[in-house]
């Protein structure tokens, strides 16, 4: 075949099915895209809030916004610029570089990236649609109860919020398992963990991050909505909740969160550094160090937004000095950056413009942030615009800028054409300029008093002029980000064409073409060092052509090279799903749970369950060797063998992953349970259990043999056996389903109180959760038997019951765990 | 030289801003009237001039390095030198930073809290949506909005909320402190002036947050027992209103 015919067999396989069917694209190019324009757009409605706030605040006793509306403005604008904007974006800019930096052709599970997009969109329009309405969330992005309960929010504005949130937040725990297993398994051969490009780094402990810190998030935006919409009393200190419960696992999200944001940013500073410096970033391994410290700190601070709720002394200086350690690995990266410019030869264009801008105003951030970790000086300044000041210091100096620099750095790479130096360099100085002027006279606003989240202020208070100036400031800002977006429309018509490696960097993305071809790479090489194009710049040209690994196209499949996660070592390949509808079925089931249960239509929700749960299994049924997914071909590579026939692959990762962060949820739900047991005012615990002793030990006697004859049809799967596969499997998944029917029975035989008794609450939901894992288990077990009949599954296809096994192992985890915590320990304890 | 000079002038202009309009005000943490807050202003003013000094230098040596060609230095000699700049700058200075902060920080934090004292007053504040109510325990006396102390005394303020979370805070005494339904939190403040200062809700509780304040008048001793005597509601009158 020659290169070009190649080269369109590639297209073929890999490209975007034209007109509608673009809605059903995966390719991760495409996906990345989505996200970050859908972020975009999100960015500038929630900075046209911000004006109309400004506008209101610019003087005191002003009423061009009534205290109604403010409410409303300050939650969406928090809640858009967080959860629309911030971490989207980054997540599409992360899903859009990563398997191009890494060498891949694309993510490893690309319909996971579209049911990702889908979610976030779906549910990005329902939060907007309450602000049309007139009914968006008013209690403040962080929704502390009892404000936003049911009681003083009795409308749907907190609805929106919890339910809205918890759908966009499925597309950020689907970047955090997918990027992570990317990472770690479908990288370039060769490209051992430090020869990894320093961006993938930050990524990975981003999305690890994601996957631990999202979960108390979604768990705290479930109780409550259940304390709303069904009156359990997971809040309510009358029943035996502690509104401050929500505190704690909403920050227990917060912080880490904080740093989620910044890792990607400081990840697309660490990379255009040491391009316009024409050098190695000095001290990788000093970065890769503090990426991890920073990673493993923020889990240990978020206490430090709740100094002023009154815990113990002792408890406010550790969380102190925690947040203060954090200033530690922040300051090696600036130290590691400053050295690569002070040691290389730096160039000065609109790139580093924004870098030299997120230098300055995310260090003023940072130190203002060391002061508010002092207990003391908080006291004072904690939920005054000191605060409003710090926190955007930090988010727009720390995560807006770097993107910018980011955008600009990658504009050739996106559109093939150059940006204005002319125009870039009025919109960065308009929007610097801006934003100190708004953002640095909130530092005096708050010293003077100035709470936050007041919607109007009496005149003489020493705050007049500073607010004129803050707004003042904000529109100059405004005008600089609208020149910013101004340059980039325009430069897609008039900019400049980019030559291929225009700023002569020595990361992979650039030999994707730009703007990049749909699978990224004709061909894969080894690669051996950690800067492939500066160390063999032929690869821009060969690696476009079929002249190394992986150039088979005559199968028709999409595939990855899969390596070892340590040495990068080649040992499977990786065959992904083309084009696809099911995300977006799936996602609209979703939507349809998510609306239905905001105009609190129950029946329609359970419909749009049943319909999400039918999309999302017909979905999982196109895998291994059904003859959508990779049956079998004579162009298969008898050396490398395909994922779906070892006993190994992304899906188990996968898998892993994913029982991680329900594992983060399950340990919050515990945390949770501890939490009210131990702090709760009026906690009380009945003295026997509300549940059936005997049935519950049915249940997991039944579920532990389940799960050790699991493991040994598993073990002789693997030897090669699979005599009476097909019948062990289905009598599993029956032995399952008979599991799960005494659970539920046991759930609705227990005397349980739900709406007064937060005690029971919780009992409650821990069996659901039990439920819920037993019988997806029972059901996936059951599938897995017909596709043994279907020659799907088997001795030459042991793949996908090697995947459900971590599942099972964790469904008997939590169940002895839970009998353990929930039964026996207060038996054992006494109330 | 455009960077440089944007980000002194920045500095220059905030620190007129601040000469300007004083730090004084009715809400000000600079202007302080009590032991708490007096002692958060001196580390406000310490952390501050630290920071100036460190970001100022920051500042210009990344503007330095940014405009001067460093050669081609090789990776080791390199990698030597950033690690001497990594244990100085990036683990010395913040530990040495840190280090000096809590030395400060954690006895001011400790002597802010409500210890033991025979002499300290104690006063009830229930914060409601959107109103302080304010009793003195053993007199009966019950205020909206509007508190009695004296003045070089201790007070206790035992904060509880009868709905949502508020926050009690007279910035020129001290520090904030929530009030929380379920719950009672202890706050410490005393006035070293004879003066009238003004307190504010500072967590968000609803459409009416902005104007949840209330007014503090520090009186001589004298006058607080004169007062107390004055207003004192009789003993039976009181059992009553407890029911």
Same mark, same amino acid.
């Given at each position: ?6 080269q369109?067999r590639?297209?073929q ?18 996906i990345?895209?989505r996200?970050m324009?859908?972020?975009a ?7 046209v809030?911000a004006?109309?706030?400004?506008t ?6 002003q009423d061009i916004?009534?205290?109604d509306?403010y ?7 928090g809640?858009?610029?967080?959860f629309?904007?911030?971490i989207?974006?980054?997540?599409g800019l992360?899903?859009y570089?990563?398997?191009?930096l890494?060498g891949?052709?694309?993510l ?6 579209s ?5 976030y969109?779906f549910?990005?329009?329902?939060i907007?649609?309450?602000?049309f309405?007139?009914i968006?969330p008013?209690s ?6 009892p ?6 929010s009795?409308g749907p504005?907190s609805?929106?919020w ?11 725990m689907a970047?955090?398992v997918e990027?992570t297993?990317s ?5 370039a ?7 990894m ?7 990975l402990?981003m ?5 631990f810190?999202f ?11 259940l304390?709303?919409?069904?009156g ?5 200190v009358?029943?035996?909740g502690d509104p ?6 909403f ?5 880490p ?6 890792l ?8 255009i550094?040491?391009?316009?410096s024409?050098r190695?970033i000095i ?10 410290l ?6 240990g601070?978020?206490v430090h937004h709740?100094?002023?709720i009154?815990i113990?002394p002792?408890?406010q200086?550790f969380?102190s000095i ?10 090696i ?5 400053l050295?690569?410019?002070?040691m ?8 580093m413009?924004w ?6 105003v995310f260090?003023c951030?940072g130190l ?9 000086f ?5 939920d ?6 710090h926190?955007?210091?930090?988010l727009?100096?720390?995560?807006v800028?770097?993107?910018i620099?980011?955008?600009?750095y990658w ?7 150059m940006?204005?130096l ?6 960065f ?14 530092h005096l606003?708050?010293l003077?008093?100035?709470?936050r ?10 705050w ?6 803050s707004?003042v400031g904000g ?10 977006l101004?340059?980039?429309?325009l430069?897609?018509k ?7 490696n225009?700023?002569q960097?020595?990361?992979?993305e ?5 703007p990049?071809?749909s699978y ?13 194009l500066w160390?063999?710049p032929?690869?821009l040209?060969?690696m ?5 690994g ?5 199968h ?7 390596t070892e996660?340590m ?8 065959h ?5 509808w099911?995300?977006?079925f ?11 249960l905001?105009v ?7 419909v749009?369950?049943?319909?999400a ?7 999982s049924?196109e895998?291994g060797a059904h003859p959508?997914m ?10 490398i063998?395909?994922?779906s026939?070892?006993h190994?692959?992304p899906g188990?990762?996968g898998?892993v992953?994913?029982?991680?962060a329900d594992?983060?949820?399950y340990?919050s739900?515990l945390?949770?349970?501890?939490y009210?047991?131990l702090?709760a005012p009026?906690w ?6 509300p549940?059936s002793?005997?049935l ?10 389940l ?6 049809q598993i073990?002789?799967?693997k030897a090669?056996?699979?005599r009476?596969l ?8 029956l032995?399952?389903?008979v599991?799960?029917?005494v659970?539920i029975?046991?759930?609705?035989m227990a ?11 919780v009992?409650?939901?821990?069996l659901?959760y039990?439920?819920f ?5 029972s059901?996936?077990?059951?599938m ?9 599954v088997g001795?030459?296809y042991?793949y996908?019951p090697?995947?459900l ?15 353990a915590t ?6 054992l304890?006494?109330s | 030289?455009?960077l ?9 202009c905030?620190?007129?801003?601040l000469?300007?309009?004083g730090c004084s005000?009715?809400f000000s ?9 007096h002692m958060?202003k001196l580390?406000?003013?310490g ?5 100036l000094v460190v970001?100022v ?5 990344w503007w ?8 081609d230095?090789?990776q080791d000699?390199?990698q ?7 244990w100085?700058?990036?683990i010395? !200075?913040?530990t040495? @930073?840190?280090?000096l902060?809590?030395?400060f #920080?954690?006895?001011y934090g400790h002597?802010?809290l409500p +210890? &033991?004292?025979?002499?300290a007053?104690r006063i ?15 007199t009966?006396?019950?205020l909206i909005?509007?508190?009695v ?7 206790d303020f ?5 709905d949502?979370i508020?926050?009690f805070?007279?910035?020129?005494l001290g520090?904030k402190?929530d009030?929380?339904?379920g719950r009672?939190?202890v !706050?410490r403040?005393? @006035?070293?002036?004879?003066?009238t200062y003004r #307190?504010q809700c ?5 459409s009416? +947050? &902005?104007?949840?304040q209330?007014e503090?008048?520090a009186?001589?001793?004298d006058d607080?027992?004169?007062w107390?005597?004055?207003n004192?509601v ?7 209103s407890?029911?």
């Amino acid at each position: 075949m020659t290169n070009a015919e190649f080269q369109r067999r590639m297209a073929q396989v890999w490209d975007n099915l034209p007109g509608w069917g673009q809605l059903a694209a995966v390719n991760h190019t495409s996906i990345g895209r989505r996200f970050m324009v859908t972020g975009a757009i999100f960015f500038l409605i929630g900075g046209v809030m911000a004006m109309l706030m400004r506008t209101q605040l610019a003087l005191p006793n002003q009423d061009i916004v009534p205290a109604d509306v403010y409410s409303q403005l300050f939650t969406m604008h928090g809640t858009i610029m967080m959860f629309l904007f911030a971490i989207p974006i980054l997540e599409g800019l992360a899903i859009y570089m990563i398997p191009k930096l890494i060498g891949a052709r694309d993510l490893v599970f690309p319909r996971i990236s579209s049911l990702g997009y889908y979610c976030y969109l779906f549910g990005g329009i329902i939060i907007m649609s309450s602000l049309f309405f007139g009914i968006a969330p008013d209690s403040g992005w962080f929704m502390y109860t009892p404000l936003s309960s049911a009681e003083f929010s009795p409308g749907p504005g907190s609805d929106f919020w919890l339910l809205g949130i918890t759908f966009v937040e499925i597309s950020a725990m689907a970047a955090g398992v997918e990027l992570t297993v990317s990472i770690l398994r479908s990288r370039a051969p060769g490209m051992t963990l430090s020869k990894m490009p320093i961006f993938c780094w930050y990524i990975l402990a981003m999305a690890l991050m994601i996957v631990f810190g999202f979960p108390p998030l979604i768990l705290a935006s479930i109780l409550l909505e259940l304390e709303r919409a069904a009156g359990m009393p997971f809040f309510e200190v009358a029943s035996g909740g502690d509104p401050i419960l929500w505190q704690h696992l909403f920050w227990l999200f917060g912080h880490p969160e904080v740093y989620i944001i910044f890792l990607p940013a400081a990840a697309v500073i660490s990379t255009i550094i040491p391009v316009f410096s024409k050098r190695p970033i000095i001290g990788y391994k000093w970065i890769v160090l503090s990426i991890i410290l920073t990673a493993f700190i923020s889990f240990g601070i978020w206490v430090h937004h709740m100094f002023t709720i009154g815990i113990p002394p002792l408890a406010q200086a550790f969380f102190s000095i925690a947040s203060m350690l954090v200033a530690i690995p922040t300051a090696i990266q600036i130290f590691a950056w400053l050295a690569t410019l002070w040691m290389g030869r730096p160039s000065f264009n609109l790139p580093m413009l924004w870098v030299f801008g997120f230098l300055i105003v995310f260090v003023c951030g940072g130190l203002t942030g060391v002061m508010l970790a002092l207990v003391p000086f908080n006291w004072q300044v904690h939920d005054t615009h000191f605060v409003v000041a710090h926190l955007h210091y930090v988010l727009i100096g720390g995560m807006v800028y770097p993107l910018i620099a980011g955008i600009y750095y990658w504009l050739p790479h996106f559109s093939g054409r150059m940006p204005s130096l002319r125009l870039g360099r009025w919109g960065f100085w308009l929007t610097f300029i801006g934003m100190n002027a708004t953002f640095f006279m909130m530092h005096l606003t708050g010293l003077l008093g100035m709470p936050r989240r007041v919607f109007t202020y009496e005149a003489g208070l020493g705050w007049d002029g500073l607010n004129l100036l803050s707004s003042v400031g904000g529109f100059i800002m405004t005008l600089g980000i609208g020149l910013v977006l101004l340059d980039i429309i325009l430069h897609f018509k008039f900019g400049k064409k980019a030559e291929k490696n225009p700023w002569q960097a020595d990361t992979l993305e650039w030999a994707t073409g730009t703007p990049p071809v749909s699978y990224n790479f004709a061909s894969i090489p080894n690669i051996e060092s950690r800067h492939p194009l500066w160390d063999n710049p032929s690869l821009l040209e060969s690696m476009s052509k079929n002249e190394h690994g992986l150039a088979e196209i005559r199968h028709g499949r999409r595939e990855l090279l899969g390596t070892e996660v340590m040495s990068g070592k080649l040992t499977s390949i990786f065959h992904i799903p083309t084009h696809s509808w099911w995300p977006l079925f799936s996602a609209l089931g979703l939507a349809l749970v998510c609306v239905s249960l905001l105009v609190r239509v129950y029946p329609l929700a359970i419909v749009g369950c049943v319909l999400a749960a039918i999309f999302l299994l017909r979905w999982s049924w196109e895998n291994g060797a059904h003859p959508s997914m990779a049956p079998p071909t004579k162009y298969d590579d008898p050396k490398i063998p395909l994922h779906s026939r070892t006993h190994d692959g992304p899906g188990l990762w996968g898998m892993v992953i994913t029982l991680l962060a329900d594992g983060a949820l399950y340990l919050s739900l515990l945390f949770g349970w501890l939490y009210l047991w131990l702090v709760a005012p009026e906690w009380s615990m009945p003295s026997v259990s509300p549940l059936s002793i005997p049935l519950l030990f049915t249940a997991g006697l039944l579920l532990t043999i389940l799960v050790v004859f699991y493991h040994m049809q598993i073990r002789y799967l693997k030897a090669g056996n699979d005599r009476g596969l097909e019948r062990n499997l289905g009598l599993l998944g029956l032995m399952g389903v008979v599991h799960t029917a005494v659970l539920i029975t046991l759930t609705t035989m227990a005397p349980l109180e739900l709406q007064s008794s937060a005690h029971d609450a919780v009992i409650f939901v821990m069996l659901i959760y039990l439920i819920f894992h037993s019988g997806l288990g029972s059901v996936l077990t059951l599938m897995q038997a017909l596709r043994v009949r279907l020659g799907y599954v088997g001795k030459t296809y042991p793949y996908e019951p090697i995947v459900l096994r971590p599942w099972w192992t964790y469904t008997l985890g939590i169940f002895w765990c839970s009998v353990a915590t929930f039964v026996a320990l207060p038996m054992l304890w006494g109330s | 030289m455009r960077l440089y000079d944007s980000s002194l002038a920045k500095i220059l202009c905030a620190a007129s801003i601040l000469l300007l309009t004083g730090c004084s005000g009715p809400f000000s943490t600079l202007d302080p009237a009590g032991p708490s807050a007096h002692m958060v202003k001196l580390l406000w003013w310490g952390m501050f001039w630290f920071s100036l000094v460190v970001s100022v230098v920051l500042f210009v040596w990344w503007w330095h390095a940014m405009h001067r060609d460093g050669g081609d230095v090789e990776q080791d000699k390199a990698q030597k030198a950033l690690n001497k700049w990594v244990w100085y700058g990036g683990i010395g !200075l913040p530990t040495f @930073a840190i280090t000096l902060l809590l030395i400060f #920080g954690i006895p001011y934090g400790h002597r802010m809290l409500p +210890h &033991a004292d025979p002499n300290a007053v104690r006063i009830e504040v229930t914060a409601h949506q959107w109103f302080w109510r304010v009793t003195y325990p053993d007199t009966g006396i019950e205020l909206i909005d509007d508190i009695v102390i004296p003045v070089d005394t201790p007070i206790d303020f035992h904060l509880s909320s009868e709905d949502v979370i508020h926050s009690f805070w007279v910035p020129r005494l001290g520090g904030k402190l929530d009030a929380i339904p379920g719950r009672t939190t202890v !706050l410490r403040l005393q @006035a070293d002036e004879i003066d009238t200062y003004r #307190g504010q809700c500072a967590e968000y509780c609803g459409s009416a +947050h &902005a104007f949840m304040q209330f007014e503090l008048r520090a009186v001589s001793q004298d006058d607080f027992e004169q007062w107390l005597s004055d207003n004192a509601v009789p003993a039976s009158t009181t059992e009553v209103s407890d029911d």
